[in-house]
């Protein structure tokens, strides 16, 4: 077996679509091992864009089987929703080429509910997708957690939902004053679901290991990013699951003890969607430009998204906790549009410097230090299959300062552009 992940190494929204793609062109499996429909994968190839939530991002690549694993929150209503949406695009998907865990927890329509009245009535917002993560997550952990082997069975999903619902309907008739379905709606509602998706449901930890006996490759989609993992994000706005390393061992039938290489997918500047701190986040024109020319709205829920310049105290952090073999750096086009060039190298706070994020700084008051660079106009010189020489500079600053090569870079949306810098073992 090889393995390899890709890993988000800030707030999400990095571009890891793109790259998972790419690299599944070589791989046996793509698995998903956190996270849901929260996710928003895009890839274009040939001026066609695809946009992912839950189904991983090789299923574009012919001969790749993708997997959901057990980590995954899975709302089988959104499933249907996108697997139809991409039959009408032309890419039916069938069984051979989807798998999913019967062990995944399924996200309800309580969940969804509380979800959003949290996000509405509550006075500390998170700024969640409203996708009903959250609570799924907590009621797994709690072990009133419908898994997907449940839909299966009528009686079973509705003793299941009944213990789900049991303390839920108070806050939904006292704390919320919300309608909510019937547990009769919800059980007939969620076994239909069951009924169309029952033939992707199968083992997948046999399959796994037996694929590792095999000596298959297996590609690790990670969704989100580190900064939104629940242990080691910027908490409480983060994610509710284990978006770094760590995820891929819980939330997967992964038997290996490590992986053999891990990209941590980095934007050539930073975006946030959500509440929290954004220490290099820009309010000015600059900031404006940046999510005018990068589209960044979210490919979720449409929301704009916060834009700031790269930020190299968190992602020394990122990188550490990703375990990162080396950086795919994506969106440097984006950058080529931009007067100036900043790179955010340290903080200060409380008087003192630091250039490595940790969880114990307040990020809230971190002064961003920054380095000036040369800007450039275009990124890739096409005749010579070389990068712009500034644009070279400032990668190479950013890989002497993480440590790690810059494998991989993305300099525009389709498939094809993307320049492979430095060799990674997976090809
Ligand atoms: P939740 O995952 O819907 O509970 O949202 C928690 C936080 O994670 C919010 O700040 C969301 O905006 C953020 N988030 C969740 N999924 C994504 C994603 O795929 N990209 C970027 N941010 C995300």
């Known amino acids: 077996m090889y393995s390899l992940a890709v890993i988000g190494s800030q707030w999400g929204d990095e571009g890891k679509g793109k790259i998972t793609d790419y690299l599944s062109s070589n791989a046996d499996y793509v698995v998903r091992f956190q996270g849901g429909n929260n996710a928003g994968h895009t890839i274009w190839?040939?001026?066609?864009?695809?946009?992912?939530?839950?189904?991983?991002?090789g299923v574009l690549q012919e001969n790749c089987i993708s997997i959901i694993d057990h980590g995954v929150v899975l709302d089988p209503e959104s499933l249907v929703k996108e697997l139809e949406g991409l039959k009408a695009s032309g890419l039916e998907i069938d069984e051979l080429k989807l798998k999913i865990s019967g062990q995944c927890n399924i996200i309800t329509s309580y969940h969804k509910i509380l979800d959003g009245e949290r996000e509405e009535k509550s006075s500390q917002k998170i700024g969640t997708t409203k996708k009903g993560i959250g609570p799924a997550y907590e009621d797994r952990t709690a072990r009133k957690g419908i898994k997907c082997l449940h839909l299966l069975d009528k009686d079973v999903l509705r003793g299941r939902l009944e213990n789900l619902l049991k303390e839920k309907?108070?806050?939904?008739?006292?704390?919320?004053?919300?309608?909510?379905?019937?547990?009769?709606?919800?059980?007939?509602?969620?076994?239909?679901?069951?009924?169309?998706?029952?033939?992707?449901?199968?083992?997948t930890f046999q399959l796994l290991t037996q694929g590792k006996k095999e000596g298959k490759k297996i590609l690790f989609e990670g969704a989100q990013g580190v900064l939104l993992d629940v242990d080691f994000g910027t908490y409480p706005f983060v994610t509710s699951s284990n978006t770094a390393y760590g995820g891929i061992f819980t939330g997967s039938s992964n038997g290996g003890k490590e992986l053999d290489e891990v990209i941590g997918i980095t934007k050539a500047y930073t975006t946030r969607v959500g509440e929290g701190p954004f220490p290099t986040e820009l309010f000015d024109e600059a900031g404006e430009k940046m999510g005018r020319v990068g589209h960044e709205f979210g490919a979720t829920t449409g929301r704009k998204r916060r834009c700031g310049w790269l930020d190299l105290p968190l992602l020394k952090y990122a990188t550490h906790i990703g375990r990162f073999t080396s950086i795919a750096l994506t969106k440097v086009d984006v950058l080529s549009h931009m007067d100036e060039l900043k790179v955010c190298y340290?903080?200060?706070?409380?008087?003192?410097?630091v250039d490595m994020a940790y969880p114990g700084i307040d990020l809230t008051h971190a002064k961003p230090l920054f380095k000036e660079f040369k800007p450039f106009k275009r990124c890739f010189d096409l005749d010579n299959q070389k990068l712009d020489h500034e644009l070279e500079n400032y990668i190479s600053y950013i890989e002497k300062e993480l440590r790690v090569p810059v494998s991989l870079v993305a300099y525009g949306v389709e498939r094809k552009d993307l320049?492979?810098?430095?060799?990674?073992m997976w090809q």
Do not use: M, W
Not at 178 to 184: E, K, L
Not at 346 to 353: H, L, Q
């Open 346 to 353: 340290a903080y200060e706070v409380n008087g003192g410097k």
């Open 45 to 57: 190839v040939d001026g066609k864009k695809t946009v992912l939530h839950v189904v991983p991002s």
């Open 169 to 203: 309907e108070t806050l939904f008739k006292n704390l919320y004053q919300v309608d909510y379905p019937s547990i009769d709606d919800e059980c007939e509602r969620l076994y239909e679901l069951g009924q169309i998706i029952k033939t992707y449901i199968c083992d």
């Open 419 to 424: 320049f492979c810098r430095k060799k990674i």
